[in-house]
């Protein structure tokens, strides 16, 4: 019969990155005879504790009554939140998307194995520089969020032929703006990875990343 696949994405359904890999999943599993079940976590817009708890409890339920021939997970919040359940199990397990070190989530295991995601600062210094010559002195800025975290320790790990003066992580859309305002005068150029989760702090709602 049809082997059944379970997949958790960290993020929702509509995200453009979800979306892309939605289009190659459903091409590679094309006529393959598998059964796919998707499960969003929602956790770029919704990122506090109490819902991260809820929504694993709700996957892992999902996982158990589905009782898959295969596990993926997807993007950093999935892996360390389902995937790390699964260490050791008969169940295999592959990831994708993940930007923290895998020895931070305990893998790869016996049943776990899958792909980082990296950025290429290197290449990206190189381009800037190909664009503005004289640039000396670069700030990064991110969100605050498991996804940042990782490529924050990447960026420890490369050497740049740029001074990076620092590196300054919120969630708080205030501080962000005031902190891009400050940065104009202190360095040539403003690096930014992440602002899926930034908060306006007024209502405490996750703003959309294209107004942000």
Same mark, same amino acid.
């Given at each position: 019969?049809?082997?059944?696949?379970?997949?958790?994405? !960290?993020?929702?359904?509509?995200?453009?990155?979800?979306?892309?890999?939605?289009?190659?999943?459903?091409?590679?599993?094309?006529?393959?005879?598998? @059964?796919?079940?998707?499960? /969003?976590?929602?956790?770029?817009?919704?990122?506090?504790? $109490?819902?991260?708890?809820?929504?694993?409890?709700?996957? +892992?339920?999902?996982?158990?009554? /589905?009782?898959?021939?295969? *596990?993926?997970?997807?993007?950093?919040?999935?892996?360390?939140?389902?995937?790390?359940?699964?260490?050791?199990?008969?169940?295999?397990?592959? #990831?994708?998307?993940?930007n923290k070190?895998?020895?931070?989530?305990? #893998?790869?295991g016996?049943?776990?194995?899958?792909?980082?995601?990296?950025?290429?600062?290197?290449? +990206?210094?190189?381009? *800037?520089?190909?664009? @503005?010559?004289?640039?000396?002195? @670069?700030?990064?800025?991110?969100?605050?969020?498991?996804? !940042?975290?990782g +490529?924050?320790?990447?960026?420890?790990?490369?050497? *740049?032929p740029?001074?990076?003066?620092?590196?300054?992580?919120?969630?708080d859309?205030?501080?962000?703006? $005031?902190?891009?305002?400050?940065?104009?005068?202190?360095?040539?150029?403003?690096?930014?990875? +992440? /602002?899926n989760?930034?908060?306006?702090?007024?209502?405490?709602?996750?703003l959309?990343? $294209?107004?942000?």
């Open positions: 019969g049809d082997k059944k696949v379970f997949i958790v994405f !960290s993020y929702h359904q509509e995200y453009a990155w979800v979306e892309s890999l939605n289009e190659g999943i459903d091409d590679s599993f094309e006529g393959q005879h598998v @059964v796919v079940e998707k499960f /969003y976590m929602d956790t770029k817009r919704k990122t506090s504790q $109490a819902w991260k708890t809820i929504i694993t409890d709700s996957a +892992m339920q999902r996982i158990e009554s /589905y009782n898959p021939d295969l *596990l993926i997970v997807i993007d950093d919040n999935a892996c360390e939140l389902i995937g790390k359940q699964f260490i050791g199990d008969d169940l295999p397990v592959v #990831f994708t998307g993940m070190e895998p020895s931070f989530y305990g #893998f790869p016996t049943n776990i194995t899958g792909c980082i995601e990296r950025i290429s600062y290197t290449g +990206m210094i190189d381009f *800037l520089k190909e664009l @503005v010559p004289d640039v000396e002195k @670069v700030a990064f800025i991110s969100d605050d969020s498991p996804t !940042s975290q +490529m924050l320790e990447e960026l420890d790990r490369v050497n *740049l740029v001074e990076i003066t620092e590196t300054f992580v919120t969630n859309f205030d501080l962000w703006k $005031a902190k891009v305002t400050e940065l104009q005068d202190k360095v040539d150029a403003i690096g930014i990875l +992440m /602002y989760t930034l908060i306006d702090v007024d209502t405490n709602e996750s959309i990343p $294209a107004d942000v």
